[in-house]
């Protein structure tokens, strides 16, 4: 198996894409820790990695919360003794988050606190565990909207992304000769609850929006995933620092 032993920490695995990872690394052999805010849905997604057999372990965390990080790490490594894998896909998209000159700062402040700050405390606690061991492959979850403008704008949640994206490359350089890796996944539009109920509230919007993308659909969790699973392997040992768009070609089409 492809993740056999590894120890992988993934925040906002209560659901959408982190769920998806969860159970697809547990599958692969990979020991979960469930970074989760939410006490019912973190559970509930250890009590399905388990019953197929995989090997999974709830920790309450709130990414924004530099004790609640601290102690979800520490926690873990009592739990498993070592970290192989963070997979930073905790993030927020908000309905109030427009323009600059529109969105509040609260909006502004709430968004980067998650998709900024939580990667910022996550890596600051667990990369000292990954040094110990020589070894370790980060995975940050950025977006497609990171290299690209818009005239519908989320303005705090494309920068929180470009934030990502420049983060990733610092943490790269700075501790692959320590053998730890950093990379950052940019997904295109993917098919979650969130996407379906909020941007694609009606036939037309969702038409106006695949007529951008190449492939036809919106991308899956799935399709995310199997990219991120590459990354935690063994197999992207020469992957370093690389910004890879996950995108179905949204990114290359020019109009």
Not at 89 to 103: F, K, L, Q, R, W
Not at 139 to 147: C, K, L, Q, T
Request: proline fraction near 3%; aromatic fraction near 8%; charged fraction near 25%.
């Amino acid at each position: 198996m492809r993740l056999e032993e590894k120890v992988c920490i993934i925040t906002g695995a209560g659901g959408g894409m982190g769920k998806t990872a969860a159970k697809m690394f547990a599958k692969e052999g990979g020991k979960i820790a469930v970074f989760e805010l939410n006490e019912e849905r973190g559970q509930e997604t250890v009590d399905e990695i388990k019953k197929e057999g995989g090997d999974a372990t709830f920790f309450q965390c709130n990414v924004t919360d530099e004790e609640s990080v601290k102690q979800a790490v520490s926690r873990t490594v009592q739990q498993y003794g070592q970290i192989d894998v963070l997979y930073n896909n905790a993030g927020i998209m908000i309905e109030e988050d427009h323009s600059v000159i529109d969105t509040t700062v609260d909006v502004w402040n709430k968004v980067m606190d998650v998709n900024v700050k939580g990667i910022f405390l996550t890596s600051k606690y667990t990369i000292p565990e990954m040094q110990k061991r020589k070894s370790g492959s980060i995975i940050n979850i950025a977006s497609f909207v990171a290299h690209m403008g818009c005239s519908v704008p989320q303005d705090a949640y494309t920068a929180s992304k470009g934030a990502v994206v420049s983060l990733t490359k610092s943490l790269a350089i700075q501790f692959r000769p320590q053998g730890i890796r950093t990379n950052a996944i940019c997904p295109g539009p993917i098919e979650t609850p969130l996407l379906m109920e909020w941007l694609v509230k009606d036939e037309e919007a969702k038409k106006t929006r695949l007529s951008r993308q190449p492939s036809g659909r919106f991308g899956k969790p799935e399709d995310i995933v199997y990219c991120a699973m590459y990354l935690a392997s063994g197999e992207s040992d020469w992957t370093n620092g690389a910004i890879l768009n996950v995108d179905g070609g949204i990114t290359a089409n020019y109009f």
